[in-house]
Each structure stands twice: as structure tokens, then as C-alpha cells.
């Protein structure tokens, strides 16, 4: 079983700041993507930002330029730092990992339980 925990959600005013940090633990052999999505209330959950193990970054266009994903691999430990934060970046923001039990190398999808942004005007 793997594990993902996210800190660092909370209440910032708008043009604030907020770095959020997802540790996966477990039963890990290797981890292909790591990524961060969101959900907005009455909304779908869309997906933010992701680094794969190569070192890929994918942005939202919507966070593109604000917001920066960043990993550190000998802790499986993925970062999302958000600047110039608006009202509209208020969400549940979740961590996504793609991980290997073993060297079968099987890759399958882990989730966080999230941690609330909110962002005020």
C-alpha cells in the first residue's frame, strides 16, 4: 500500500503565497509522476501541475507562470508553490502519484485526501 500525505493548505489573502508538500510512503518501488489537482466547489477536478520522473513539468495554463511543482526524489516527497494566488486558485488541492510496488514495475494511481486553499479577496 502506498500512502500520499499533503501539508500546507490554509487561508492566504490574494497576491499571497502558499507551498504545499505531498510525502508518499510505503510500499514503493519507483514512482513515475507525481502531480498535484484541484477541485473547486460545483466544479470538476482539474489537474494543476505534474513532474514526471524525468523531470517533465506540465502547468494548468491558468497557474502557468505562478505556480511551480518541484520534487525531491530520496524523500518521494512532491512540492507545489504557489505565488500571486487568487480567488479563483481557492480549491481542495490533491496530490497524484503513479507508483510501482515492485520491479514488475506496474504502475498504479495513488491519491491524497486533499488540503483546503482558500484564497481571499
Known amino acids: 500500500q502506498v500512502q500520499l500525505v499533503e501539508s500546507g493548505g490554509g487561508l492566504v489573502q490574494a497576491g499571497g503565497s502558499l507551498r504545499l508538500s505531498c510525502a508518499a510512503s510505503?510500499?514503493?518501488?519507483?514512482?513515475?509522476?507525481m502531480g498535484w489537482y484541484r477541485q473547486a466547489p460545483g466544479k470538476q477536478r482539474e489537474l494543476v501541475a505534474s513532474?514526471?520522473?524525468?523531470?517533465?513539468?506540465d502547468y494548468a495554463d491558468s497557474v502557468k507562470g505562478r505556480f511551480t511543482i518541484s520534487v525531491d526524489n530520496a524523500k518521494n516527497t512532491v512540492y507545489l508553490q504557489g505565488n500571486s494566488l487568487k480567488p479563483e486558485d481557492t480549491a481542495v488541492y490533491y496530490c497524484?502519484?503513479?507508483?510501482?510496488?515492485?520491479?514488475?514495475?506496474?504502475?498504479?494511481?495513488?491519491w491524497g485526501k486533499g488540503t483546503l486553499v482558500t484564497v481571499s479577496s
Open positions: 497524484n502519484a503513479e507508483v510501482a510496488p515492485n520491479r514488475n514495475l506496474r504502475y498504479m494511481d495513488y
Open positions: 513532474i514526471t520522473s524525468g523531470g517533465r513539468r
Open positions: 510505503g510500499s514503493i518501488f519507483s514512482i513515475n509522476v
